[in-house]
């Protein structure tokens, strides 16, 4: 609206040509063309625009006069039109100002400069104050949205080839028993640890017979009575045992004397009794030929058993127990056969061990007053590693159990695998020999299809004779793993047991994070002490490296389980001060506020695998077949790899596989975008609005320097004058 | 044509003098050459970064990424079907006097030489007892139509399974279970096929309960383990418990907690999932699921190769057209075939690449957890166990009913873990509305545009293209203006030479004030 007037009043009809003949006629001419110079750029355009205009789009203009009129106020003295140039500085800012109220491209303020009266005006100022508040709210809550770096997670359902982890297999048993004792440290080890068990059974018979003691001293007929009843309890419960013994063999009944504290020399010296612990007896006593593993239908509450029952017994009281017979069958003791046999040179020959180990050795093991059997076991398996680490990684291996010999069996994708090649040795100091399958990073193997057999499957034999007697468990411990991940199988693996067909059913997933300053995550390759060389960053072996760093810093040497830093030797299993330190700050650390000292942040790339778990009795009964190397009847290799041999199954439940992966939710073009909108929703100002601003601020900073230096000068003048 | 140019210039500027975009009027009214220029670099610069904006955010519009909500509902549900299979699928005995293959078969496998005629190795090793195991995949269909056909009793039915069974603490029995075939497992049991049972509580409690028994000595010799194996979906799925399945041992209480998910994604150009939920093959016919799309893709391939379908996936029922790969003497040629195409390293066949099997829009699943203790405990007694109770296969094998029991039952828990479950749901992350407001956003804060603004361009455009066509016969006219105009500017000119002129005048008598403004020279004093 504000640009019709000036076009409708200079429209130029045929009858307008006579008019310029008249004095008015030289004052509209002079109004036009100081507005021309002013608005348009050529002095001949506006009449052609104007006649353009005027014969396509537009009507002539009712405010025509109304317009004139309006010009003439703008002119002075009558006679000459507007020069910029003439007009007061103060006038000449309202001037500027005005026209940039005619010219701006913002809403609102063309509206304050063409309001008729000041209600006009203040209602147009609050408007837009209004408008401005409002925008500046919006414009702050943007700003504050995209300062949160906020994060999207995205999850994605891939249907692809998913590529086959490394599956690491341990023995729970980690050094043969055979092989281990061959070591000075530890066999001390071990003779302590039988000591101690020895004596935290013995505590507890301890307390009853002295319960009995007290009785005895208070009640005179009551002491019959106990005396009695204990008379009847001399016999105890029978166990097989080994000791030394001297066979005569010119004598017809087969029988031998034994020698409960001497150690055998070779097996001819050695016999099977039949022994009794309360009265430390061991009769009757035999060649080893001459007993049997068999099983009997009854035995007494004293083990003693007989193979058959006596005629008349219920059929609901005929058992099948597990028992040893003499060969003769005359006399047999309840015995599980896979149960180990007592050694009489042992039982009887503990102080022997005790005068080997001084009291700061048995101080250093740590047990103490242990009288708690799992606390125990615990206590020797650390000591276990801790003497272990004092070897090298070579000697470490040969003890412990082949490759070949724990794996008799294995196939992948249908096909049977390159045992030698697939498996990688890895020593661990829980479990000592695991073996690494998929271990090679630059052959990919995957799954084709999802299902056990297209997965791997491989038969291992644990060889449960030769357990160390720190082993609870008979079984096998399996991690599932990337490749480029340390396995950690005490931390993040599976059990497995003997005589049964597992089923581990994996789904994969794959998570991507963002760093700072969204998120807190360590990019690849990111930190630079890592322990375990060549492997990827987890979280689980930051948290290990600040705990080795810790405690190679406050004790002097290096925690065995975990690998040394600048080849710290690690802490001796028999130095005192070296155990009591690494115990105390082991504690300080795993306090509440302990784990706040190491930042251990998750990984930006993850692959994590989830199991399912299944198993189911193997082999059955009905399977004929020779497994592995047994080279016996089929019903006694069945009931071998039961007791010594575990099947395991590892494939993909799903052959999809979720990928999580975080995106920036405000990203700075989304931010643009939203102040764009405010801004135009609320002002109508754009970019280009802002430079005319800026030439507007240019203009009158110009004009006021200028102002100021005209001043300047004609002060000078003044004084000139003043002083001639 | 220089009337034409001017004229077409007088339509641009005037253009500039009424458009709403920003900064174009600026370029039609500045009154000098460099404030013409920093205006049309300012508008330059500003469309620049416009199309910058515009393409990140085309490019952001383009990736059709989504959303996913997870949310937690609890409400009462179906209880799922749950198929229950012996991993034994065919009675020994039974076989053997049914059907003479199977037969020779058995004989073959128990003698401890090679058999050309079945391809077992020699020696008594995994590959035979998996050859052997290919031979009864083979066979599986003949013997399931011996099995429902002839009556003959070779497969295991519900009263050979089931001991005792309970549902929401109340019994159940034969009516509740229907028979279902597979050829890796034979027989197997589905309770809730039709969706009849539902559950409102969590708990072992108010699940599935069964007491079954495994018996070892009906086992075939190359069966390796003893249990069976559990399969838990929706009611319109076709299990696969040899892909999907659970195993559970003879001895323990097996317990299954069952959680529910439901997942609705999105099809293309989202994702690249499928909506359809029926799959019609030649040879399948059924719910669309991507184990049962990858079976008749493969079973396409197998008639393709080897010239006859494979029992042990599903066909099509016109046996004219098809032959089975049973079929005599050229079996064991049929097997080779059919084990080169099944196999995952071969290079003939690629399911992945070679099979269009999309995982589909709608996905409910359930999610299974399995823990185990033993059982009978050494203080229970069975029922059959009591002094003068039922005979059973104890008395033949000369040991006790407990120890029998222990040997050869299981118990079988399956159970809701939690009544809520979770729905995960796909939605754009960014759809076309979005789009055209970040763009709208943009397109204000550098150019200060709107689709008004775009119309005014279409008006612009009719009125070059209007000026165009008339701007001949508006020659004269033009000429005549341009006279009138020149016109015009000589008597400004004589205007401005007159106020020259006054000017002129001015500034003499301002001169002539100044003169009269000298201060006088100071008089000399007579001394």
């Given at each position: ?48 625009v ?7 789009a ?40 005005q026209?940039?109220c005619y ?16 209600l ?34 995205d999850?994605?359902?891939k ?160 058992k ?48 103490g ?85 297209y ?41 497995a ?25 360590v ?81 930006c ?6 199991t ?66 405010h ?46 | ?12 500027t ?33 469309i ?91 066979y ?38 229907n ?118 893709c ?100 000369g ?22 479950f ?23 804060l ?43 500017k ?38």
């Amino acid at each position: 609206m504000n640009r019709n007037p000036r076009m409708s009043k200079f429209q130029p009809n045929p009858r307008s040509r006579s008019r310029f003949q008249d004095e008015t006629d030289l004052r509209s001419l002079r109004s036009f063309k100081t507005d021309f110079s002013n608005y348009l750029a050529s002095d001949t355009n506006f009449l052609n625009v104007a006649e353009i205009m005027t014969s396509y789009a537009y009507g002539e203009s009712n405010n025509a006069h109304e317009k004139e009129i309006q010009c003439d106020l703008l002119t002075e003295n009558g006679g000459i039109e507007i020069d910029p140039t003439r007009l007061s500085y103060r006038e000449r800012i309202r001037w500027h100002l005005q026209q940039f109220c005619y010219k701006t491209s913002s809403h609102g303020i063309p509206m304050l400069g063409q309001a008729p009266n000041s209600l006009y005006r203040a209602a147009w100022v609050f408007l837009l104050l209004i408008c401005a508040i409002q925008f500046i709210n919006q414009a702050v809550a943007v700003i504050q949205k995209y300062q949160k770096m906020d994060k999207i997670t995205d999850i994605q359902l891939k249907f692809d080839t998913a590529p086959f982890p490394a599956i690491t297999l341990c023995n729970l048993n980690p050094y043969k028993d055979s092989v281990i004792r061959s070591h000075d440290s530890i066999s001390k080890i071990l003779g302590v640890f039988k000591s101690v068990m020895k004596k935290a059974g013995d505590s507890s018979s301890e307390a009853l017979e002295e319960e009995e003691e007290t009785e005895y001293d208070m009640n005179g007929i009551t002491i019959q009575a106990k005396r009695k009843k204990r008379g009847a309890g001399e016999k105890g419960t029978f166990e097989p045992a080994n000791s030394a013994c001297e066979c005569d063999e010119e004598d017809g009944s087969n029988e031998c004397e034994e020698r409960s504290t001497e150690k055998p020399s070779g097996d001819n010296d050695m016999c099977i009794c039949a022994f009794d612990r309360q009265t430390n007896d061991a009769w009757p006593c035999h060649r080893k030929e001459q007993w049997t593993n068999t099983t009997c239908q009854t035995c007494d509450e004293h083990y003693l058993c007989s193979k058959k029952a006596k005629k008349g017994t219920k059929r609901s009281e005929l058992k099948k127990e597990p028992c040893i017979c003499e060969s003769k069958g005359l006399f047999c003791i309840k015995h599980e056969h896979a149960a180990m046999v007592l050694n009489l040179w042992e039982y009887f020959g503990d102080s022997e061990d005790f005068s080997e180990i001084s009291t700061e050795e048995r101080e250093a093991l740590g047990f103490g007053n242990m009288t708690d059997e799992v606390a125990i076991v615990t206590k020797a398996k650390e000591n276990i590693i801790f003497a272990m680490s004092a070897l090298s990684e070579e000697q470490r291996i040969l003890m412990s159990q082949a490759k070949h010999n724990l794996i008799h069996k294995c196939s992948f994708n249908g096909k049977p695998c390159d045992i030698d090649q697939d498996f990688e040795l890895v020593a661990d100091p829980t479990f000592g020999n695991c073996f690494v399958f998929n271990h090679d990073r630059e052959i990919f193997k995957s799954s084709v299809r999802a299902g056990p057999q297209y997965g791997l499957r491989v038969m291992l034999f644990v060889n449960a004779s030769d357990y160390l007697p720190t082993s609870e468990a008979v079984g096998i411990r399996l991690t599932i793993h990337d490749k480029d991940d340390f396995p950690f199988p005490d931390t993040f693996g599976y059990s497995a047991p003997t005589g049964y067909i597992s089923s581990f059913g994996m789904r994969m997933k794959k998570m991507s994070r963002l760093p700072a300053p969204y998120g807190d995550c360590v990019e690849d390759g990111a930190t630079s002490n890592y322990i375990y060389k060549g492997y990827a960053y987890s979280t689980e072996g930051c948290y290990r490296t600040c705990f080795q760093e810790l405690i190679i810093d406050r004790c002097g040497c290096s925690d065995p389980r975990f690998p040394s830093i600048g080849g710290v030797q690690p802490c001796q299993v028999f130095n005192k001060n070296h155990r009591e330190c690494l115990e105390k700050h082991t504690h300080q650390i795993g306090e509440i506020h302990g784990s706040f000292k190491c930042r251990c942040q998750q990984p930006c790339n993850q692959t994590i695998y989830t199991t399912s778990y299944s198993e189911a009795i193997w082999p059955s009964q009905a399977l004929n077949i020779s497994l592995g190397q047994c080279e016996k009847e089929a019903e006694e290799c069945n009931e071998e790899y039961k007791e010594n041999a575990a099947m395991l199954e590892v494939f993909y439940e799903a052959l999809n596989f979720e990928v999580l992966s975080e995106s920036e939710a405000y990203g700075i073009v989304k931010m643009m975008a939203d102040f764009g909108g405010h801004l135009g929703l609320w002002s109508g100002v754009s970019v280009m609005t802002c430079c005319e601003f800026v030439c507007l601020a240019f203009e009158l900073i110009y004009m006021a320097i200028a102002h100021h230096i005209n001043q300047q000068r004609i002060r000078r003048r003044e004084n000139a004058a003043n002083e001639y | 044509m220089g009337v034409f140019w001017t004229g077409l210039k007088y339509v641009f500027t005037d253009f500039s003098c009424w458009t709403s975009t920003h900064g174009v009027p600026h370029i039609g009214m500045a009154n000098a050459r460099w404030l013409r220029a920093f205006w049309i670099l300012v508008v330059v610069v500003s469309i620049a970064l416009f199309i910058w904006q515009f393409i990140t955010l085309l490019t952001n519009y383009l990736s059709f990424s989504v959303n996913t909500e997870t949310t937690l509902q609890f409400a009462e549900r179906t209880f799922p079907t749950v198929t229950i299979c012996h991993l034994n699928p065919w009675k020994l005995s039974e076989t053997k006097s049914v059907d003479p293959d199977m037969s020779a078969l058995i004989d073959a496998y128990n003698s401890d030489s090679s058999s050309a005629q079945f391809g077992l190795p020699a020696s008594l090793t995994a590959d035979r007892q998996q050859q052997a195991s290919k031979w009864t995949l083979m066979y599986s269909e003949r013997l399931n139509e011996k099995q429902y056909n002839d009556a003959a009793d070779i497969a295991y039915s519900y009263d050979d399974m089931v001991v005792s069974c309970t549902y929401n603490a109340k019994t159940c029995n034969i009516t509740d279970f229907n028979d279902f075939y597979n050829p890796s497992y034979g027989n197997c049991l589905q309770f809730n096929t039709d969706g009849m049972y539902s559950s409102s509580r969590a708990g072992p409690l108010y699940g599935l309960r069964m007491v079954m028994r495994t018996d070892q000595d009906t086992y075939l010799p190359w069966t390796e383990a003893s249990g069976v194996i559990i399969d838990i979906h929706m009611q319109d799925e076709i299990p696969y418990p040899d892909v999907f399945g659970y195993f559970a041992p003879p001895g323990t209480a097996s317990s299954l907690g069952v959680s529910y998910v439901q997942t609705t994604r999105l099809s293309k150009p989202y994702g690249s999932c499928t909506t359809k939920t029926k799959l019609k093959t030649t040879h399948y016919t059924g719910t669309y699921t991507v184990e049962a799309c990858f079976r008749s893709c493969m079973q396409e391939k197998i008639i393709a190769s080897c010239g006859c379908y494979y029992p042990a996936y599903s066909h099509a029922s016109n046996t004219t057209q098809y032959v089975s790969c049973d079929n005599g003497v050229q079996t064991l040629s049929n097997l080779n075939c059919v084990d080169l195409i099944n196999s995952a390293d071969s290079t003939e066949f690629d399911v992945l690449t070679d099979c269009d099997c999309p995982q589909p829009c709608e996905i409910d699943s359930y999610g299974v957890t399995v823990s185990t203790a033993q059982w009978p405990s050494d203080s229970y007694v069975p029922t059959e166990c009591n002094p003068g109770g039922p005979s059973g296969p104890w008395d033949a094998s000369g040991e006790s009913c407990l120890d029998w029991y222990k040997a050869n039952t299981i118990l079988i828990e399956i159970y809701y873990e939690r009544m809520n479950f979770q729905v995960l749901t796909e939605s754009p992350a960014y759809t076309f509305v979005n789009f055209i407001s970040d763009v709208g956003g943009q397109v204000g804060l550098f150019l200060g545009m709107s689709i008004i603004s775009a119309i005014e361009y279409l008006v612009l455009i009719f009125l070059v293209f209007f000026y165009c066509c008339t701007h001949k016969s508006r020659r004269a006219e033009i000429e005549q203006l341009e006279m009138d105009i020149k016109k015009a500017k000589d008597d400004v000119d004589q205007v401005a030479e007159k106020r020259k002129k006054h000017q002129k005048a001015n500034a003499e008598l301002y001169e002539m004030d100044t003169a009269h403004d000298i201060v006088p020279p100071k008089p000399h004093s007579n001394d």
